[in-house]
Every structure is written in structure tokens, then in C-alpha cells.
T-cell receptor
């Protein structure tokens, strides 16, 4: 069964304190792994797509990496405005265009 | 700019009533999806559609139905609302791309069933 597990459930950081969020996945053939950001009361907003092990993508203070079993979202020198829930999701080659989401990591960055 | 909208944004209803949540997208995407989001469960797929007249059940489809009569709209109907259906509902759309299909989400509808 295709599955996505994110850890930790919640993460509290001081401004400038770098850290990483983990996404472990089990899928029968990976079509793509996605990271989304969700602010309170809003819909998820797309950040990155990763397709194959070894791939990396960056956007401002965020960097996403991918291995055959997990993905990391690295946050470098976070700011309070980075506070949000970060969702990881996968699409399987055999799953059509359905996307399976993890439960998310809630990030709190304190000034 | 293309967008995806949902209405209403907030809805309170009573157990047993029929409720319809609207979703409208101007991306001209073939694929549309309905999810519910509950604490501890993340986003769970209710129904999805790959085009006009096409509908499919997701992992939590019991008590819900959808219909797709045009490209832009995928309304979600709760036939007889139950308290267990209190949740936040998100609609999403995507293109049909072979290599990873980014979904674009609406702002959500918060539904309370009393």
C-alpha cells in the first residue's frame, strides 16, 4: 500500500536556527514527490516536485532532497514568516493522477 | 489570472440534510479532486474526476457524491449529512501530465454538521 509518513509532527525553532523536516514514503513506482506549504485557514500551496533519487531543488531558504525512501525539506536560517504546515505527497506510476498526502509537519519559528 | 474557487467558505448544517459544496476552476484542467482535512489525518481523497462525465471514488467516498458536467466545475454533495462529516473540504485541480502532476488547491470550505 502506498504510504507517506512525515516527522516530526511539530517543530519549534528560533529565528536563524536551521533544521530539516522528514518525509518517508512507500510507493509502487514513484512518479513524483511533492512538497506543499499550508498556512492556517488556506489551501496548500505548491513548493517543489522531485522525480528521482539524488534530485535537489531550492527556493529561498528551502531546499528539498530525495532518496529512494525519503525526502528532506531543509530550512536554512528560518524567519517567522516560514511558520506554516509543510505537507509531503507522492504520486505512484500505477496510481493515475491521485496524490497521497502525509499528515504534515507544523513549523513554528519564533523571533 | 487562473484560479480555483470554493463556495461557501463556511457552512453550518444539521444532521440528515443534503449539502452541496461548489468548486470552480479557470485553469482549464482535466483533473479535479475533492479532499477532506482533519487533524491527525492530513488530506484524504474523497472523489476525483479526469474529465467531463468521469468520476471515481477515493479512499473516503461513503456518504459523498460528485458529478462532472463541464470542465470547470466539480460539485461535492453530501446526501445526508452526518456529524462525522464535520471537516474542512478542499478542492484541487491539475493537468494530465505524465511526469508528476502538480495540484492547485482552492481556499477550502469549513463544514460543521450539528
Amino acid at each position: 500500500e502506498d504510504q507517506v509518513t512525515q516527522s516530526p509532527e511539530a517543530l519549534r525553532l528560533q529565528e536563524g536556527e536551521s533544521s530539516s523536516l522528514n518525509c518517508s514514503y512507500t510507493v509502487s513506482g514513484l512518479r513524483g514527490l511533492f512538497w506543499y506549504r499550508q498556512d492556517p485557514g488556506k489551501g496548500p500551496e505548491f513548493l517543489f516536485t522531485l522525480y528521482s533519487a539524488g534530485e535537489e531543488k531550492e527556493k529561498e531558504r528551502l531546499k528539498a532532497t530525495l532518496t529512494k525512501k525519503e525526502s528532506f525539506l531543509h530550512i536554512t536560517a528560518p524567519k517567522p514568516e516560514d511558520s506554516a504546515t509543510y505537507l509531503c505527497a507522492v504520486q505512484a506510476i500505477t496510481g493515475g493522477f491521485k496524490t497521497i498526502f502525509g499528515a504534515g509537519t507544523r513549523l513554528f519559528v519564533k523571533a | 489570472d487562473a484560479e480555483i474557487t470554493q463556495s461557501p467558505r463556511h457552512k453550518i448544517t444539521e444532521t440528515g440534510r443534503q449539502v452541496t459544496l461548489a468548486c470552480h476552476q479557470t485553469w482549464n484542467h482535466n483533473n479535479m479532486f475533492w479532499y477532506r482535512q482533519d487533524l491527525g489525518h492530513g488530506l484524504r481523497l474523497i472523489h476525483y474526476s479526469y474529465g467531463v462525465q468521469d468520476t471515481n471514488k477515493g479512499e473516503v467516498s461513503d456518504g459523498y457524491s460528485v458529478s462532472r458536467s463541464n470542465t470547470e466545475d466539480l460539485p461535492l454533495t453530501l446526501e445526508s449529512a452526518a456529524s462525522s462529516q464535520t471537516s474542512v473540504y478542499f478542492c484541487a485541480s491539475s493537468e494530465s501530465r505524465v511526469t508528476g502532476d502538480t495540484q492547485y488547491f482552492g481556499p477550502g470550505t469549513r463544514l460543521t454538521v450539528l
